[in-house]
């Protein structure tokens, strides 16, 4: 599954090319969700051409095989600017793959039939049924998008699309995970889910929102999980969840996950409107994550990140995760996650320790591997 940018084989190998390019074209949106990360600060625009074209060429440059992922705001707003990097890409042959983060909303039939024709993967944003999804992810008028959303999605199945629901979890949302893998089920469009636990970053700091409880995620993730079992056997689409078929790949490949991401290795770049450069999306803004501007020509990210605490932030250096006896399927949990609740980089968020236990005591009741981690002892201080 690939609905943020990476799969479970770049996880066990890395080297130094760039993986993933977010390019964040738009900070406009047509809703205005209760935790957005990127309402931090003022709004830059849209994404000049200029602005796309050199961060392409910069990964390109670096790169071998690499994707785009299209960002915001919401980047259906900025739908020439899409078209616009597809038809470069293709000019130059590079070998590039492209990705869609939207609320859905805008998924009329035409514009799925344009998304189909131009080959973007797609991720759609939904926490839930209409009375915690509405809350949530309201329009700017207060009215609820849910049905918009749901439009979008069942406009996806006629045309045979396929996507991945990101799912935020917050107490509100997590409350109805279970109920979100029937709805994703019955819509036939979605392919899998995404749990993204919810970060206080942006307008997420303004104290609307709390993220779950350990009792609340480990009863409903598991009941989740259960639900999306018990649909496939009596015939239903398998609905899979990302970090379960991650450690399932790293389980039955002998692999490591020393780093949770691509962005502490300097192997994902996030480029804001205006040029400016973080390792992620969700650090965008953060001055203790800037690296610099892609239109300054003397721009090199991996100068910029060796200087930086966190550049090679990994399970190995990690308080709390040295001795941990899974660090290795883990990873040592999200950078901007930890850094939004501590403003430390160098531990876990415990949220997401707790959420990789869950995911990790599943794979290992449904692949039958004992011991769970393939290390044979843990590492000390």
């Known amino acids: 599954m690939t609905v943020h940018g990476e799969n479970s084989q770049d996880l066990i190998k890395r080297d130094e090319a760039i993986k993933l390019l977010v390019l964040r074209i738009t900070d406009a949106c047509n809703l205005y969700c209760r935790y957005c990360y990127a309402r931090r600060g003022e709004s830059k625009g849209d994404m000049p051409w200029e602005v796309a074209r050199r961060a392409v060429d910069y990964v390109a440059a670096r790169s071998g095989h690499f994707k785009i992922q299209f960002s915001g705001g919401e980047p259906l707003l900025n739908l020439p600017l899409i078209k616009k990097v597809v038809a470069y890409v293709q000019k130059r042959n590079l070998a590039a793959t492209f990705q869609l983060q939207t609320n859905g909303t805008l998924l009329t039939p035409a514009m799925v039939r344009e998304i189909k024709k131009l080959g973007l993967a797609l991720g759609v944003s939904l926490d839930g049924m209409p009375e915690v999804n509405d809350a949530l992810r309201p329009f700017p008028d207060g009215k609820g998008s849910t049905l918009a959303t749901i439009q979008g999605l069942q406009n996806l199945a006629a045309e045979r699309v396929k996507a991945g629901l990101t799912v935020v979890l917050t107490a509100a949302s997590t409350e109805q995970l279970p109920r979100l893998v029937e709805l994703a089920a019955?819509?036939?469009?979605?392919?899998?889910?995404?749990?993204?636990?919810?970060?206080?970053?942006?307008?997420?700091?303004?104290?609307?929102?709390?993220?779950?409880?350990?009792?609340?995620?480990?009863?409903?993730?598991?009941?989740?999980?259960?639900?999306?079992?018990e649909i496939a056997r009596q015939g239903g689409p398998l609905i899979r969840f990302r970090e379960v078929e991650r450690l399932k790949y790293l389980l039955t490949h002998s692999g490591e996950r020393r780093y949770y991401c691509y962005a502490t290795t300097g192997q994902s770049l996030a480029v804001l409107p205006d040029g400016s450069v973080y390792p992620c999306a969700s650090l965008g803004g953060l001055p203790d994550f800037y690296l610099g501007s892609i239109l300054d020509p003397d721009f090199?990210?991996?100068?910029?990140?060796?200087?930086?605490?966190?550049?090679?932030?990994?399970?190995?250096?990690?308080?709390?995760?040295?001795?941990?006896?899974?660090?290795?399927?883990?990873?040592?949990?999200?950078?901007?996650?930890?850094?939004?609740?501590?403003?430390?980089?160098?531990?876990?968020?415990?949220?997401?320790?707790?959420?990789?236990?869950?995911?990790?005591?599943?794979?290992?009741?449904?692949?039958?591997?004992?011991?769970?981690?393939?290390?044979?002892?843990?590492?000390?201080n």
Not at 201 to 206: I, N, S, T, V
Not at 326 to 353: K, N, Q, T, W
């Open 186 to 229: 019955y819509l036939g469009s979605v392919h899998g889910l995404s749990l993204d636990l919810f970060r206080p970053l942006g307008r997420g700091a303004e104290g609307e929102c709390t993220g779950p409880d350990p009792d609340l995620l480990r009863r409903q993730v598991r009941a989740a999980l259960e639900r999306a079992r």
């Open 300 to 380: 090199s990210h991996q100068e910029a990140m060796v200087r930086r605490a966190w550049w090679r932030r990994n399970v190995e250096k990690m308080q709390g995760c040295r001795n941990c006896p899974e660090r290795l399927l883990c990873g040592g949990g999200c950078l901007a996650r930890a850094y939004a609740y501590s403003g430390r980089v160098d531990i876990a968020f415990p949220g997401d320790c707790e959420l990789r236990k869950i995911f990790m005591l599943w794979v290992k009741e449904e692949v039958s591997l004992l011991p769970l981690s393939p290390l044979k002892k843990t590492q000390s």
